[in-house]
């Protein structure tokens, strides 16, 4: 098993692990793949903690982080981030206390506002890559768009690759020709932020895209990605590799609710929405009464990104806490980023057996497309 994206990050097997956990980072990277580290709600200083646990935890073996940057704010987001809270309208906060309250949840409105994150303005992103580089870090992914010239920039110059999440054909052109290095083409059926194009179409149509205009980088399918075969499909359609999120949610180690696991296990393929509902830009999720609540007659449009996650997070973090007690309205209301693949996600197992689990899989994948060939 060796394709362009294990000789770039030296790794044995070509599967890549988003996940903001970092017991699952360190597992994947040790049973031979990749973890990436999702820093996206990590202040600097909580992503200098987490960093340096894997360091001390990952037996020297590569591992990425990916940060949320977008290129730039639109103007009326060019503020700071203080004054970015103030602009939830109380109309948010008054409508998310109802639906809550309709199951049976109270929280007092002041509570359902909260900034979640490390905040997208002033020097953030600068901090974070401070963090970054001062440690073994070996790939540094962003989504939302082409990451900011001085992310490409400062990895370069310490020698270290750089890797985005597009959605679209244009986007992956742009990318390169900006300067990433690893394109990850995620479809539509990906967990968290998405596009429309499944990932069976848009594999080959940026693969291709970039093959004609000379833009030669690896390019690593994501989107729906659970099993060893569909590992080995992506390298058939040209990709160097597989790029998943969420088939770790129901690993032992990852930092997805319990209630919620439990939701996932039984979940099918169409028990998910893509919906701007929780951070006001479309994302897949675990459908509930939480999505259909925003999408009746009546209900406020979410709000631009980041503040809808402001006035939603809070509220949905405690759901969580209550649906372990039993709480059945929390239980209901209970959701969480994941992807149509969460079909195929039946049975609990470890983050170290879902790798194992895989590599087998696309070796006999490998082993049938060959024998259509004798
Ligand atoms: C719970 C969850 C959170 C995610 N958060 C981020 C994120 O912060 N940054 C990012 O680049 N991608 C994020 N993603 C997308 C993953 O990086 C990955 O592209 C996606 O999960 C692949 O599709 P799959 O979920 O079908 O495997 C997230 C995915 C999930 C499931």
Known sequence: MRTDICDLLGIEIPLLAFSHCRDVVVEVSKAGGFGVLGGSSFA?????????????????????????????LGEEMAVDDETLLAMVPAEHRRFVQGVLAEHGIELAEEKLLGMFGAGVTGDIGERLMDVILRHPVKLVANALGVPPAYVIERAHAAGLPVAALVGAKEHAIRQVEAGVDVVVVQGTEAGGHCGEVTTMVLVPEVVRALRERDLMVPVLAAGGIVTGEQMAASVVLGAAGAWTGSV??????????????EKMLAASSRDTVRS?????????????????????EGAPQPLPMPLQSWVSETGLRHVDKLAETGHEGARELATYWVGQGVGLMDRRKSARDVVIEMATGYADATERLAATLE
Request: net charge negative.
């Open 248 to 261: 770790w949610l129901t690993t032992h180690e990852a930092e997805t609710a319990p209630w919620t696991v």
């Open 44 to 72: 600097p200083e909580d992503l200098k903690r987490e960093l340096t646990w894997i360091d001390e935890n990952v037996d020297g073996k590569p591992y990425g982080v990916d940060i949320v940057l977008p290129e730039k």
């Open 276 to 296: 701007r509902a929780r951070t006001g830009k479309p994302s897949r999720q675990l459908r509930t009464s939480w999505h259909a609540a925003w999408e009746r």
